[in-house]
């Protein structure tokens, strides 16, 4: 590939490298920087006698990826907020202690059902100076009014530390926020919150400005779901669309439109452009378009909440400007790196965000696919080749995106081509009404004419992307896919677009090579999975879950509303899909169990148990009302189960007698799910 003869893509390897590396190893900093100073300097050395010797110039290429790895751990340490002495994570010595904080407002995120929620920066401690981000849950059944961005709220509450899954194959959540180096959350009532001074600053001024403007919307003669995803399309806010609507743009594969991306920049990219062609093309005037340009693609990434899709799409769009601007031929692929390089030194933690990744995933194999798949059919009429380019444009960039994102999501959108060339020409539409309703929203309500075609124009999008969710039998669920089958099948991927750019015999062989090697790493998943026998006792909430697993044949051990709706049940499917099994049978729940020579015994709600009985393990479901002195006397199990199903001030006195009597306990509530 012509991409790695760039030099810039040798550093960028060498700087992802760092980054992966000191997420994989712990790494000290005063290793680090000497390293990195001690390397520049042997570079500097090895210029001076590359010319002379060929020893001297590997030496010379040898340091440059040293060196670009050394900055890419660096770029990490730097960037790793915990690390500083003053992060709230190093002075809270106790996190089940009441704490006092000064909270500084920074952003709004999607509410649950029971808490609004924002993320704020952690000023003072219980009266010390702090430092951090940290997530505010504030109660709904009392809000507090009049919450702004920038606002100083002194919260009083309990710092809980992000946590792992409580049960298997589920998305880790807290490792989620701490990639975007959130290692907490406070939950607080109304009662609990005072809202102090107002710090002004460019974010606080952008946020608020965008709220003005969803306000004035607000106001507006627009219906509040239609309102939501013009919120989302065009000012990247996605918190207020209901999960219907959001399902539904999965299931027909346009989830991508609501996240503000490529598609949109572009859109206001081209719009700048077309309001500035007033302005001559001399030097001083392609300078100041280009200066308006950058300024307002930056200013639309702040108002839209800088997401990773926005902050890459501006990125590139930027380097675009300045290479036309300069009057240079822009080669794209350099612009790609470079825009990726860019955001990686500011924000090295995007590297793990699931967006950042598909995005640019998505867009590299737009540009290198796309012109491929183009080729297969020439039409020379001008609209069946619009719609053409609709088709190869979705192909390349589903096929690139596509084991990355059943990797993650474990599904995959069937009619996704179809759903494109119905919305994307209707979008540009949208669009534009869309930027025209924003700009007026600035300064008063919209008016009712365009508020109604704006209304009417997303209502019909939401209508054809619920028609095409609609074909739910070609939305593929609960696919399995392994980290080394993900590896496998862009290897698959790569080799065979390669071949099929220069069509050779050995090109070929190497390509189907590549579909024996994923066909290998796929039996060995699956021989693990037949090798693996385990009995999980799940943390469900009110209900108890018990999964016995021989190779791939799962029995479920629960309730009757468990095992009906077996197929809706996250915690089930989540297993089932991440282990490469399937339910085989459903049973009640038993009071006796036999798992790899362990005896284990079900106490439930009814407390009715055999005192012959000498179990291994002895599990406490529905919280029955026990003497736990006595029980332990009578049975002397080696460890103690409870799962969710009980009431906590139960678990706390069942554990406070085992620990009196040396006995393990395990409350799946803190420790997570039970596995033997």
């Not at 590359?50 to 020893?55: E, I, L, M, R, Y």
């Not at 959108?413 to 759903?419: C, I, Q, S």
């Not at 018990?546 to 009906?564: P, Q």
């Amino acid at each position: 590939m012509k991409i790695l003869q760039f030099p810039l893509a040798r550093i960028f390897i060498g700087f992802l490298f760092g980054i992966l590396l000191c997420r994989i190893v712990s790494l000290n900093p005063i290793f680090v920087f000497p390293s990195l100073a001690i390397s520049i300097v042997g570079l500097f050395i090895s210029s001076l006698y590359s010319q002379k010797k060929s020893f001297y110039n590997v030496l010379f290429g040898s340091f440059i990826f040293i060196i670009s790895t050394l900055v890419g751990i660096s770029t990490a340490l730097i960037h790793k907020e915990n690390a500083n002495p003053f992060h709230y994570t190093n002075q809270i010595t106790d996190f089940e202690k009441i704490h006092k904080l000064d909270l500084l407002l920074v952003a709004k995120l999607k509410s649950t059902k029971k808490n609004n929620r924002y993320v704020c920066l952690v000023k003072e401690l219980d009266g010390e100076r702090s430092y951090g981000k940290i997530i505010l849950n504030i109660a709904k059944e009392a809000t507090v009014k009049n919450l702004k961005i920038g606002n100083h709220l002194l919260v009083i509450g309990i710092v809980f530390k992000n946590k792992n899954p409580l049960n298997p194959n589920l998305f880790d959540y807290g490792n989620y926020l701490e990639n975007q180096e959130i290692y907490a959350q406070v939950y607080a009532k109304a009662n609990q919150i005072k809202i102090g001074n107002y710090e002004s600053s460019l974010w606080a001024s952008f946020s608020n400005f965008r709220e003005t403007i969803i306000s004035n919307l607000e106001h507006s003669a627009i219906s509040k779901e239609e309102l939501n995803v013009l919120n989302a399309l065009i000012l990247g806010q996605q918190q207020d669309i209901s999960p219907e609507v959001l399902k539904d743009y999965q299931y027909a594969g346009a989830v991508h439109v609501l996240s503000v991306s490529g598609l949109h920049v572009g859109f206001i990219l081209l719009f700048i452009t077309f309001l500035l062609k007033p302005i001559s093309n001399s030097r001083k005037g392609s300078l100041l378009k280009l200066l308006i340009v950058v300024l307002s693609l930056w200013s639309f990434a702040i108002l839209a909440g800088l997401s990773p899709s926005i902050v890459r799409s501006v990125t590139m769009f930027s380097f675009l400007a300045i290479g036309i601007h300069l009057r240079r031929t822009v080669n794209i692929y350099h612009t790609l790196l470079v825009s990726m390089l860019l955001i990686l030194l500011f924000k090295p933690s995007f590297l793990f965000d699931v967006g950042f990744q598909l995005s640019y995933l998505a867009l590299f194999f737009i540009l290198w696919l796309q012109p491929i798949l183009s080729t297969i059919w020439q039409p020379k009429n001008k609209i069946i080749k619009y719609f053409w380019d609709i088709i190869t444009v979705s192909f390349a960039a589903q096929i690139g995106a596509m084991p990355l994102s059943i990797y993650y999501f474990h599904q995959f959108p069937g009619l996704f081509f179809v759903t494109n060339l119905l919305i994307l020409p209707l979008l540009g539409i949208i669009m534009a009404v869309g930027v025209l309703s924003i700009l007026i929203a600035i300064f008063h309500t919209v008016p009712e004419f365009i508020a109604k075609s704006i209304e009417f124009l997303i209502a019909f999008l939401n209508g054809i992307i619920h028609w095409v969710a609609s074909f739910d039998v070609f939305v593929f669920k609960d696919i399995s896919l392994s980290t080394g089958m993900l590896w496998g099948s862009y290897l698959v991927i790569l080799l065979f677009i390669l071949w099929i750019k220069t069509p050779t015999f050995r090109r070929l062989t190497i390509a189907c090579t590549s579909i024996l090697l994923f066909q290998i790493i796929f039996i060995i998943q699956k021989k693990e999975t037949q090798n693996n026998d385990e009995l999980i006792i799940f943390n469900c909430k009110k209900n108890t879950i018990i999964t016995e697993r021989i190779g791939n044949a799962v029995t479920l051990y629960s309730n009757d509303s468990i095992r009906e709706n077996l197929n809706s049940n996250l915690l089930i499917q989540s297993y089932l899909v991440g282990n490469f099994c399937e339910a085989k049978a459903k049973k009640p729940l038993e009071n006796l169990l036999y798992f790899k020579h362990q005896k284990m015994l079900i106490i439930d709600s009814s407390c009715i148990y055999r005192k012959e009985i000498h179990p291994d393990v002895l599990v406490i479901i529905q919280s029955p009302k026990l003497n736990m002195e006595r029980l332990l006397k009578t049975y002397k199990p080696k460890e103690i189960v409870v799962d969710g199903s009980n009431f906590k001030s139960y678990i706390r006195l069942w554990e406070a007698t085992c620990r009196k009597e040396k006995i393990p306990f395990h409350n799946t509530n803190e420790k997570g799910f039970y596995k033997i």
